[in-house]
């Protein structure tokens, strides 16, 4: 069975500070999909980066880098000089190959950013 | 272009009533799936749809839960004989299957349910 846990449950940084979220993941399948997602105080996810399991190359977007170990069974997501724009809800979820597409989410960490 | 719409955004029902909720995907993409989000349980699958295959409905909690798609296009969640338990943010979400595999699901905003 698949699992995702994302151990941070609440984290507050002020601006400007870097800040990383943890993400750990179980799965049996050697094929499988990573994601981060966004919820904002609107409430809608929004979408952020999607991994497959072949590709352990670090990603960056501008402030926000992602970086994939499978060794640790990790994909943590790192915002550097973060901005009051960042606090949100972030979901880190997995889809396995086979099977059905659904994904399977962490319970998110909620991070605030003091001004 | 458009996105997700789901309706209505709100919904307040009795104990017992039925309620339907309802969702329009992004045009074009074939795979549908419901979640639901409440604060004991965190993000959970419902239910799946792709294309014309029969539904995964392996994540709906009971069977007041039923689910269907039409024309491959908008899908309707059903809630018979609402519980208190239902409360919850009931999000839709669309993909289309790419040659990469997994293709992100785009978020509708989400009904929020509330069982009095």
């Known amino acids: 069975a698949q699992k995702v846990t994302q151990a941070q449950t609440e984290i507050s940084v002020v601006e400007k500070e870097d800040v990383t979220l943890d993400c750990v993941y179980e799965t049996r399948d050697t094929t499988y999909y990573l994601f981060w997602y966004k919820q904002p105080p609107s409430g809608e996810l929004v979408f952020l980066i999607r991994r497959n399991s072949f590709d352990e190359q670090n990603e960056i977007s501008g402030r926000y880098s992602w970086n994939f170990q499978k060794s640790t069974s990790s994909f943590n997501f790192t915002i550097t000089a973060s901005q009051v724009v960042d606090s949100a809800v972030y979901f880190c979820a997995l889809s396995e190959d086979f099977g059905n597409e659904k994904l399977t989410f962490g319970t998110g960490t909620r991070l605030t950013i003091i001004p | 272009g458009a996105g997700v719409s789901q309706s209505p955004s709100n919904k307040v029902t009795e104990k017992g009533k039925d309620v339907e909720l309802r969702c329009d995907p992004i045009?074009?993409?074939?795979?549908l799936y419901w979640y639901r989000q409440s604060l004991g349980q965190g993000l959970e699958f419902l239910i799946y749809f792709q294309g014309n295959s029969a539904p995964d409905k392996s994540g709906l909690p009971s069977d007041r839960f039923s689910a269907e798609r039409t024309g491959g296009s908008v899908s309707t969640l059903t809630i018979q004989r609402t519980q208190q338990e239902d409360s919850a943010v009931y999000l839709c979400?669309?993909?289309?299957?790419?040659?990469?595999?997994?293709?992100?699901?785009?978020f509708g905003p989400g009904t929020r349910l509330t069982v009095l």
């Open positions: 979400a669309s993909s289309t299957r790419g040659l990469a595999g997994r293709d992100e699901q785009f």
């Open positions: 045009s074009g993409h074939t795979a």
